[in-house]
């Protein structure tokens, strides 16, 4: 294969990945037009067209999407294999890659990893909020960070965080207009900040434990968002009820802002990981990385 091919081979995985020339020009570090040119003088010497293009995106046409399948891992393998090298450097260096949710990132992942990166300034962080789960291999991140139980078993992990108990929460304006509810059947009379996980359709519904009682609820209220931190803001300023990690609320009820209810039914849930493919484990970056979340008890 002549360099020519290589290099138009991987503009094309980085448009079709990415979904976007726009994106691929950044990863990639060069202009859009530039990887548009690319892309089509490759397509011009397969005679085939491999992308489908709209005024608002790009797709993989059949070819396409079987050149991605078929050459695709292979050049992964080959950019492993090359990241690789990177022990032979006297320091770790290298982007890491992490999909973490906006509560992991502020309780764990920033003061520790704001803390790792002047020690280590050839290290670079590219952090990605996203409160649904995401396929970490198919959307080439090196790590991601979830509650254990979240965790599918083909991946290795690292527990980060002790266990995370949640919490019910209003503002004492909210709670003034309407009684705190004594049970989870209560939660039908009241407006509640609810969450919908990306990638996941529904809305979310709450986790209730008492005993050996385990409920699923479905709350209703006029709020919906993807994120923790808006439903916890939402709740402040007292537009109705929020279920959230009791660590990211611990503060507004210390102070009297938010009080907690039916805490007899909020659960704990197995603390945060770091996980990851095995074979991605061995590239020094990570391995910093993951030593410098490990939690210990």
Not at 25 to 47: D, I, K
Not at 57 to 62: L, R
Request: aromatic content about 8%; glycine content about 6%; some cysteine.
């Amino acid at each position: 294969m002549s360099s020519e091919d290589f290099r138009d081979i991987v503009a094309f995985l980085a448009v079709a990945q990415e979904r976007s020339f726009t994106r691929a020009a950044a990863r990639l570090g060069v202009s859009p037009s530039a990887v548009s040119h690319t892309v089509r003088a490759l397509e011009t010497r397969l005679g085939l067209r491999l992308l489908t293009r709209t005024t608002r995106s790009v797709a993989p046409t059949e070819a396409g999407q079987r050149l991605v399948e078929s050459v695709g891992p292979r050049f992964e393998v080959i950019a492993e294999e090359l990241d690789s090298f990177s022990e032979l450097r006297d320091k770790p260096a290298g982007v890491v890659r992490i999909t973490t949710s906006d509560f992991a990132y502020k309780m764990v992942l920033w003061p520790r990893l704001s803390e790792l990166q002047p020690r280590y300034p050839d290290i670079k962080f590219d952090i990605s909020i996203d409160a649904g789960l995401v396929d970490i291999v198919a959307e080439r991140y090196d790590a991601g960070v979830r509650f254990g139980d979240q965790i599918s078993k083909d991946m290795k992990s690292v527990r980060i965080s002790p266990d995370i108990s949640m919490v019910i929460v209003a503002a004492p304006s909210y709670l003034k207009k309407h009684p705190a509810p004594t049970s989870p059947t209560d939660l039908s009379d009241h407006a509640c900040i609810n969450m919908r996980f990306s990638g996941q359709g529904g809305v979310y519904a709450w986790e209730l434990k008492k005993g050996k009682r385990n409920l699923r609820v479905r709350v209703d209220g006029p709020w919906t968002f993807n994120s923790v931190t808006p439903v916890l803001e939402a709740a402040e300023a007292g537009f109705g009820l929020a279920y959230v990690p009791e660590y990211l609320a611990r503060s507004q009820i210390s102070r009297g802002r938010l009080r907690a209810v039916l805490q007899e039914w909020c659960p704990t849930f197995p603390g945060l990981h770091i996980f990851f493919a095995s074979r991605r484990q061995s590239a020094p970056a990570l391995s910093v990385v993951i030593d410098a979340l490990r939690y210990s008890a």
